[in-house]
């Protein structure tokens, strides 16, 4: 299941390379980043 994810997460990386890809994926490091302080 992992595998697959990652796998799917590269098609839609190649695919979605765009701006609305960039903002999807700042917004997730965002994420990932802001909980620690808050």
Do not use: C, D
């Not at 839609?12 to 917004?27: A, G, T, V, Y």
């Amino acid at each position: 299941m992992k595998i697959e994810g990652i796998a799917s997460l590269k098609l839609i990386f190649k695919k979605q390379k765009s701006e609305l890809w960039n903002i999807k994926h700042r917004s997730y490091l965002i994420a990932v980043t802001q909980p620690q302080i808050s």
